[in-house]
Nanobody, 118 residues
Framework: VQLQASGGGLVQPGGSLRLSCAASGRFFSINDMGWYRQAPGKQRELVAVISSGGSTNYADSVKGRFTISRDNIKNTVYLQLNNLKPEDTAVYYC?????????????WGQGTLVTVSS
């Protein structure tokens, strides 16, 4: 199973971006899907997670600005980033919890860089 993230880039403070992460490979279903980020010199932190049923949770630092969603037909998770701040600069990673023939398996995407700067 693989996850392919895209959508990062350079944006000015107050701007918006939409990240996408598409799953591919052999699996029966996907449970939770999420986005994490890692800023330079800092540990990776959870940004948002969404269950297969659509329940969501967000880090306090992004509540009201970021929105996670998923398309279960396309096996894709999205992260809409609005009102971006310089402190949102980081590499953003997606992850997903898959059910495969070998059992439960968690995989990570390769990361996409978001830079917020004027």
């Amino acid at each position: 199973v693989q996850l392919q993230a895209s959508g990062g880039g350079l944006v000015q403070p107050g701007g918006s971006l939409r990240l996408s992460c598409a799953a591919s490979g052999r699996f029966f279903s996907i449970n939770d899907m999420g986005w994490y980020r890692q800023a330079p010199g800092k540990q990776r932190e959870l940004v948002a997670v969404i269950s297969s049923g659509g329940s969501t949770n967000y880090a306090d630092s992004v509540k009201g600005r970021f929105t996670i969603s998923r398309d279960n037909i396309k096996n894709t998770v999205y992260l809409q980033l609005n009102n971006l701040k310089p402190e949102d600069t980081a590499v953003y990673y997606c992850d997903a919890d898959f059910m495969t023939v070998s059992g439960r398996r968690r995989s990570w995407g390769q990361g996409t860089l978001v830079t917020v700067s004027s």
